[in-house]
């Protein structure tokens, strides 16, 4: 069974796909707006469960990728430095 943030996320990409329908996006949006606080859900279990060495070593390669933003790579600096 989906979680809350696995539906939220599918009516963020509804909102996001040029290949959708009108009438879809405005459903997402209502959805969005009436069920999952404007989408704002937690993470889909964040990191529970995961290994922390894969975790580490994902968010060390976000850190050294060179397509990835300056904000990605500092959230992926920060995350890194709590674990």
């Keep these: 069974m989906p979680s809350e943030a696995q539906i939220a996320g ?12 009108q009438e879809a996006k405005e459903h997402s949006k209502h959805v969005l707006d009436n069920e999952f606080n404007s989408g704002d859900v937690s993470k889909s279990g964040d990191n529970e469960g995961k290994n922390p060495g894969n975790v580490a070593g994902g968010l060390k390669a976000t850190i050294n990728n060179p397509k990835v933003s ?6 992926a600096k920060e995350r890194l430095s709590d674990m």
């Excluded at 599918?10 to 329908?21: D, F, I, W």
């Excluded at 300056?70 to 959230?75: G, N």
């Design 10 to 21: 599918g009516h963020k990409a509804t909102l996001n796909n040029p290949n959708v329908s």
């Design 70 to 75: 300056d904000e990605a790579k500092q959230s």
